[in-house]
């Protein structure tokens, strides 16, 4: 009984192992969502890649980098209060996005997660949730899974929804309410006609 709990518990280690990210409530894996529960939000510049990974990247013929340097161009959220902050990427074995994403002298909003809880922490990004959009900065606009319906936003839109609220997901989901609640109406109506007859 001791071999087979060990075998047991030896096969959901490592099962849990492999599917460690692998992301489960991908059906509305949205900036917005990941906006609203985050603790930091701003517009940032990719100022440098200052550490790339030894290893070759299957798919990626140039040196992955691994660190970079944002300078933050506008906080919509949080307390930290420095110009420039580090953001790590994944080495392979991490449930990072890889940084070769990212272009040198280009403009995201970011919605990183703090390594730590102290004041000069540096970032990350989690694989399984859209934690950032590649922003034009002529055009004003913001591309990527900003939302269930959008995937292009006004930069100012985006600011005022950060700011007061996202109600794309509420009327989405009013607007599904409606749709069932008018089939069950119907149907309830037929039936009644259909008993009256």
């Known amino acids: 009984m001791r071999k087979i709990f060990l075998l047991l518990s030896l096969i959901i280690f490592y099962s849990l192992e492999t599917f460690s990210c692998s992301c489960f409530s991908s059906w509305n894996d ?22 790339y990974l030894d290893e070759e990247i299957l798919g990626h013929e140039e040196k992955m ?7 933050i161009v506008k906080k919509y959220k949080g307390t930290e209060n420095r110009k420039r902050i580090k953001i790590w990427g994944d080495n392979g074995i991490l449930c990072r996005p890889y940084l070769s994403e990212f272009k040198i002298n280009g403009y995201y909003i970011v919605a990183p997660i703090p390594l730590t809880n102290k004041p000069n922490t540096d970032y990350d990004f989690f694989v399984c949730r859209t934690d950032y959009l590649e922003v034009d900065i002529n055009k004003n606009e913001a591309y990527g899974n900003y939302s269930l319906i959008r995937d292009k936003i006004n930069i100012s839109t985006l600011e005022n929804k950060l700011r007061y609220g996202d109600w794309d997901i509420e009327i989405i ?25």
């Open 65 to 71: 980098p691994y660190l970079m340097t944002v300078e």
């Open 173 to 197: 989901t009013l607007l599904i309410s409606f749709f069932f609640l008018g089939i069950f109406i119907y149907r309830r109506n037929k039936k009644q006609i259909a008993k009256k007859s």
């Open 30 to 51: 949205s900036f917005s969502r990941t906006a609203k529960k985050a603790k930091f939000v701003a517009l940032i510049k990719v100022i440098s890649f200052d550490e």
